[in-house]
């Protein structure tokens, strides 16, 4: 039987054991690498020969030092072909389209039970597209669109910075987390209240509440 390899990429350490352990009742999937931080996950899988070394990559979206969707974006330039499971605790249908569509091979949420984890880390590698119920509602919402509405107007960085603002981060934590000045962090802020329509970070966080709940199948 030919191992499916896998490269674990989350910041927590219960988290990567808990997935090791899932992982670990197939008898067909081996973790070979894991990394807690954004570089380590592409050092790691520029160490192992990228695809050569790998048959997927489980990537958490909240990565220290460099988020998930940008190494997602860096792993899609250099490895094309490495298949990259998205994982996260945020809502599927406000962050599934938006991975699918910087290159992901799917998305899955860290409550997923064990079958069907190993499920998608089995179609991922396989060469296939994994997307949960939840997902495939919010492609087809997002597909039937005529205009971009809501956090699907905002850029790349418009977003990371929206997400980091709602959980409490400061304009100072921000710039350090994603290597930007202040006053660049600043802009974006200024940015993100123009096209919410929102005032201060108090309405901006109230307003991410809302989109979670509603979007996209409201």
Same mark, same amino acid.
């Given at each position: 039987?030919?191992?499916?390899?896998?490269?674990?990429?989350?910041?927590?350490?219960?988290?990567?054991?808990?997935?090791?352990?899932?992982?670990?009742?197939?008898?067909?999937?081996?973790?070979?690498?894991? @990394?807690?931080?954004?570089?380590?996950?592409?050092?790691?899988?520029?160490?192992?020969?990228?695809?050569?070394?790998?048959?997927?990559?489980?990537?958490?979206?909240?990565?220290?030092?460099?988020?998930?969707?940008?190494?997602?974006?860096?792993?899609?330039?250099?490895?094309?072909?490495?298949?990259?499971?998205?994982?996260?605790?945020?809502?599927?249908?406000?962050?599934?389209?938006?991975?699918?569509?910087?290159?992901? @091979?799917?998305?899955?949420?860290?409550?997923?039970?064990?079958?069907?984890?190993?499920?998608?880390?089995?179609?991922?590698?396989?060469?296939?597209?994994?997307?949960?119920?939840?997902?495939?509602?919010?492609?087809?919402?997002?597909?039937?669109?005529?205009?971009?509405?809501?956090?699907?107007?905002?850029?790349?960085?418009?977003?990371?910075?929206?997400?980091?603002?709602?959980?409490?981060?400061?304009?100072?934590?921000?710039? @350090?987390?994603?290597?930007?000045?202040?006053?660049?962090?600043?802009?974006?802020?200024?940015?993100?209240?123009?096209?919410?329509?929102?005032?201060?970070?108090?309405?901006?966080?109230?307003?991410?509440?809302?989109?979670?709940?509603?979007?996209?199948?409201?």
């Amino acid at each position: 039987m030919t191992n499916i390899k896998i490269l674990i990429g989350d910041d927590h350490r219960i988290v990567r054991e808990g997935l090791k352990q899932v992982l670990a009742d197939a008898p067909d999937i081996e973790v070979v690498a894991e @990394a807690q931080t954004g570089p380590e996950v592409l050092q790691s899988v520029t160490r192992l020969g990228g695809p050569a070394g790998l048959s997927a990559v489980l990537l958490d979206i909240a990565l220290p030092e460099r988020d998930g969707i940008d190494v997602l974006q860096a792993l899609k330039q250099s490895w094309p072909s490495l298949p990259v499971l998205m994982l996260s605790t945020y809502p599927e249908k406000q962050y599934a389209v938006r991975c699918i569509k910087l290159g992901a @091979a799917g998305y899955l949420n860290k409550g997923a039970d064990p079958d069907e984890m190993i499920a998608a880390v089995r179609k991922v590698a396989a060469g296939g597209l994994y997307v949960s119920a939840v997902a495939a509602e919010a492609l087809a919402n997002a597909a039937a669109k005529t205009g971009v509405l809501g956090t699907e107007a905002l850029s790349h960085r418009e977003h990371q910075v929206f997400r980091l603002l709602t959980t409490g981060m400061s304009v100072g934590e921000i710039g @350090a987390q994603l290597g930007l000045a202040s006053n660049t962090v600043s802009t974006y802020r200024l940015r993100l209240l123009e096209k919410t329509g929102t005032k201060n970070d108090v309405e901006l966080a109230l307003y991410a509440e809302r989109h979670a709940k509603t979007s996209p199948s409201s």
